[in-house]
């Protein structure tokens, strides 16, 4: 087990490495020169003064070469140092340490609530199958499946307070446990909801055929308690497999909702430093969400064989 | 008794009758007849049918100039001058939804022709080298999927912009060719071209994938065993077997191209204005969403029912073409 989570780890780092590449790359020959970056925006004319831009440029070691520069960045990176930020100069740590307790919140709190409804949903269109409230709840995921959390956000909120006039514009982050928080969660979770529901779904009808499930239906075991007791595993493995990808789907996401409704989470920071070409920013964002992503899949591959013991050994006669 | 046979000869005919038509159905036309007994699937068809018609027409049928600002008329209600009614500047929002189609359209469908073409290659070399060469495109297919890619291609998008308009310009001076001052196309060609590099992994995976099945299933092997060349097993055998996921993959990556393309232009880091697209509609229109919101509603509203349509569309088509995966 441990080797296996060590050659996790040590293909991850690669991985890591080749991004960070890019983007760094991309820094250094796309967005032109840091020290000028910083100083247009700064008062004085500093940008135009080339022998004090040399000078700045010397002093902060930015004329050695690409690939020297680019270890230094990893050096500090290992030791947690993320640099400054080119635009307001303050540490990306502190930067980071601020924005990604809220996304995390909103991610979780939404991951949570996606899959018990998510799950919920699949379990009673399974047992409704071919019936109304199937096709109903078949058709629900497939149409919010496609729609853009840009989309169905705005047209969400026009719904509630305009429409209904149920709810205060939501905008900004005022925690976990305040109401306008329902809005971006309730987008966040449904958007991806489909990929749980036909999960959760099949694995129903699949199990629903199983003698162990007859057995317990000719004993007289009430439907809710042979859902909850018999058929939960089953439904629940599934599920699990599909956190990896329910998680990128929400990374991608926050960027868009963070947008939507302001809330100054790891999406907003990415989409303000991007705009600013804020490369220190965009760097350690990258570093993180490609880090969080590497963590949940390694989590899932490690819970999984615990709920399903058949998956280590399909794993090895796997094909192709 | 009479009756009786009677009965039985009726439904022996119509029995008859029945498998009359069945042979004769040719894999297409299976596929078509299930598609079109799928509603959802229908709807969806007409409605992007519908779109691909209004890209290509648009010229000829907005009511007015997309560009043409009327600060007179500015944020007007809905009204039977202005179907859609008016923005900030007094543009008809109809006329900017019908462009915002155009570009809709012209991207996407560049995006997904590109991401195939490299998809194409890719997952071909990849299952004809084998060997090292495959577990590195699958090791790079692998590693492009479990990043969160959005975040990296803005990034890419962003920073190229600034070196290729500098390109542009020295071009322009150089060559006085005026083809480098339209910038636009530098928005286009960004676009496309980064999006193309998230979708091709999808493309590239499928595509290895079918090659990879078909070509050992024992009817190749017997073609091969038979002597017809690699050519041959290619065109006769491998892509009509692989159509039906092909399509599917088709109309799924269009679909995905649409929103990303809507995405970038939301963030601000896509087409920008005045040029009309979608996303950067939806953008300009959450500033002023709770004085006007028909200026929000109109672009949000007809993406929804686009993105949507290619859901069910996509079903349909999953459900018609590989029926096999319900069995």
Known sequence: MWKYIGNRLLLWIPTVLVVLLVVYALAFYGAGDPIKLIFLRAPGDVAYNPERIEAIREAAGLNRPFLVQFWNYLLHLVQGDFGNSLISGRRVGNMIAHAFPITLQLGLAATVFLAILGTALGVIAALNHNRWLDNVISAFAMGVWGVPVFVSGPLLMMFFVKGLDIMDVPYGWHGLFDSMVILPLLVLAITPMALIIRQARSAVLEVLSEDYIRTARSKGIPNIQIVVRHMMKSVLIPVVSQLGLLIINMLNNAVLIETVFGIPGLGQLAVTSITTSDYPVILALVFIGSTVVVTVNLLVDIVFPLLDPRALSKKETKEV | MKDKIDTVENAKANFLAAIKDTPSNSLKKDAFLRLIANKGAVIG????????????????????????????????????????????????????????????????VSITIISFLI????????????????????????????????????????????????????????????VFR????????????????????????????????????????????AGVTTFGILRRYIIPNAMGPVIVLFSAILGEAMVLESAFSFLGVGVRPPMPSWGNMISDGLRVWHLYPHILAAPAAVLAIITMAFSFLGDGLNDALNPRQWE
């Open chain 2, 45 to 108: 068809l007409i409605i992007i049918s519908l779109l691909i018609l209004v890209a290509f027409i648009g010229p000829y049928i907005t009511p007015y100039d997309f560009l043409l600002q009327n600060l007179e008329i500015r944020n007007q209600w809905i009204s039977w001058a202005h179907p859609f009614g008016t923005d900030d500047l007094g543009r008809d929002i109809l006329s900017r939804v019908i462009y915002g189609a155009r570009t809709a359209v012209i991207l996407s």
């Open chain 2, 119 to 178: 998809g194409i290659v890719v997952g071909s070399i990849g299952a004809y080298v084998g060997g090292k060469v495959d577990a590195f495109i699958v090791w790079f297919i692998d590693l492009t999927m479990s990043i969160p890619s959005l975040l990296l291609v803005i990034v890419l998008n962003t920073s190229l912009k600034p070196p290729l308009m500098r390109w542009m310009e020295t071009q322009y001076l150089e060559t006085k060719n005026t």
């Open chain 2, 182 to 225: 339209e910038t636009i196309w530098v928005d286009f060609v960004l676009v496309f071209g980064c999006l193309a590099l998230i979708k091709w992994p999808k493309a590239a995976r499928i595509i290895r994938a079918q090659i990879l099945s078909i070509r050992n299933k024992n009817y190749v092997v017997a073609a091969r065993a």
